[in-house]
């Protein structure tokens, strides 16, 4: 797009702090686990992205950015039509930004600079307008807390010590959301008791079971809801009775409601920075 290559593999080794690549994906579109050299923004000013890491889930609608940091493995999933914008940062360039993925919030500013990054020329003119461009991206992904739907995973890395009954649990809740994920029913499933299950559930990923559960389907109605579907059948693809049910659990969770959470409007922007969720540090 834009005279330039698609392959990120060509953004890897330029000598320029900054990279910026645009690629249109389609719904369902997935790019398997991977890692590159630079460190990533990964951006998309349409649908919502799904990112993998040994580390967790996020689910990154158009108004968040995914940061991955350099060398770190990933994955991502689409949800509906992605117009993706992605930033590739050399060391010296990504120093002030976080050493683990996390969530960015992109501001009106910062949107359409990514947005011209993508335009320069991969060897853009450091010395004149461009690289004043690239100088004012870089001090624009400035932090600031932002709320994120994030799902830490019970991994070696996400703080479980590699326990596969809750690796296998935790991928059961994500396969089906909708089911009763009770303390029993759930430590049936592991063979475990209630209590047991509880304590290691709740060490292995920094959440009580109820939570993640809750998270997990906010993730799994965030994909929904940025494919296009309504409120009404996604409340009852997650397991909720009514779709007021639904949306007064989205609201306690982010701040907002799905409409304005995937709008980026004013009620979402000022509700995000006001204070900080329980998933780990977002940024931008």
Known sequence: ?????????????????????????????????HSHRRAQLIYGTTGAITVTTDHGAWVVPATRGAWIPAGLTHAMTCAGAVAMRTLYLAPEAAVRLPARPTVVSVSPLLRELID??????????????????????????????????????????????????????????????AAPWTAAYAAARTHLSAR???????????????????????????????????????????????????????HRALGTTPTAYFAGGEQSEQSAQGEQSQAPTSTS
């Open 196 to 250: 047991t299950l509880q304590r290691r559930f709740t060490a292995a990923t920094g959440m009580p079971l109820a939570r993640w559960v809750q998270q997990a389907r906010l993730l799994h109605a965030a994909a929904l809801l940025a494919r296009g579907e309504p409120v009404t059948s996604v409340a009852a693809r997650v397991g909720y009775a009514t779709p007021s049910a639904f949306t007064a659990m989205f």
């Open 116 to 177: 011209e990054a993508t335009r320069l020329p991969v060897e853009y003119d450091a010395e004149g307008r461009d690289g004043t461009v690239m100088e004012l991206l870089l001090l624009s992904l400035t932090p600031h807390p932002v709320r994120a739907l994030h799902l830490p995973s019970p991994g070696p890395d996400g703080g479980g010590g590699g326990d596969e009954r809750l690796a296998a649990l935790c991928a059961e809740i994500r396969r089906d959301p």
């Open 1 to 33: 797009m834009y005279g330039k290559s698609e392959d990120r593999d060509d953004y890897q080794a330029v000598p320029r702090p900054v990279a910026a690549m645009a690629r249109d994906l389609a719904d369902g579109h997935h790019i398997p686990p």
